[in-house]
């Protein structure tokens, strides 16, 4: 884990594989900061963690009978179809628990952002880490350690929650054309949402943009989705 961390060093680092590519091809006259950013940590993370996602969403895509596949296609279904009523509804435990396995680790790694990050995008754990490493404040790096696993079983029990609703969701045939309306509301609010969510990334910066855009998308989605229905029949 630790020498696949190092690994990106060398591939966004000044003198890695991007920059020097890039300088030799004539595109960029000095090379581009990417090592100890925001982005270098996610890129870290994602790397690490797409493993175990992988694994728990092939494990459940492998369960599925594929009679019933075959069953949709006979049925008239076409092959976006069959994944979307047959394949997504009962692969979604095994998604879920990739999500929440990857959230478990994620919320704990320190190793990652120490070595691709900078001091100003630390982590939990890194606070933690340098509490009683750093600073050999037991009493404190415990407080927050038993802070972090509160959090970490609140959102677990969240988790757990919406896979049974989601998984409820998508199988109830009432309740499906209202999420597949949504999900085509959201696919057709994209364009109008570019420019403002543009605006606010270049003046506030990325993360007050980006937080702004998905709490504006969450109200419309809950109030198109579930309070208009309720008060339309009314």
């Known amino acids: 884990f630790t020498i696949r961390t190092f690994s990106w060093i060398h591939i966004l680092g000044e ?3 991007i920059n020097v590519s890039l300088i030799r091809l004539g595109l960029i006259n000095e090379p581009i900061r990417m090592l100890y ?10 790397h690490f963690l797409l493993p175990y996602m992988i694994l728990n969403v092939y494990v459940a895509i492998e369960g599925i009978d594929r009679n019933l596949i075959s069953a949709a296609r006979t049925l008239g279904c076409t ?16 998604l879920m628990a990739g999500l929440l396995l990857c959230f478990v680790l994620a919320v704990g790694s ?6 691709l990050g900078s001091t100003r995008g630390a ?15 037991w009493p404190m790096g415990s407080t927050l350690s038993l802070v ?4 970490a079983g609140f959102f677990s029990s969240i988790s757990n929650t919406l896979n049974q609703t989601l998984i409820q969701l998508i199988t109830d045939n009432a309740v ?29 910066g990325p993360q007050v943009g980006i937080g702004a855009f998905m709490v504006a998308g969450t109200v419309a989605v809950v109030l198109y989705g579930f309070i208009w229905p309720s008060v339309r029949r009314l």
């Not at 092959?79 to 095994?94: D, I, K």
């Not at 982590?123 to 404040?137: A, K, P, S, V, Y």
């Not at 309306?181 to 570019?194: N, V």
């Open 15 to 17: 003198q890695g594989v």
């Open 37 to 46: 950013t925001e982005g270098a940590v996610i890129m870290g993370m994602i």
């Open 79 to 94: 092959a976006w179809q069959a994944f979307r009523e047959v394949v997504l509804p009962l692969s979604l435990p095994g």
């Open 110 to 115: 320190h190793v990652t952002p120490q070595i």
């Open 123 to 137: 982590l939990f754990g890194n606070i933690i880490f340098d509490t009683i490493m750093g600073e050999l404040n």
């Open 148 to 151: 972090l696993l509160i959090l």
């Open 176 to 204: 499906r054309g209202r999420v597949m309306s949504i999900w085509q509301l959201c696919q057709g609010l994209q364009p109008l949402g570019a420019l403002p969510m543009g605006l606010l990334i270049a003046r506030a």
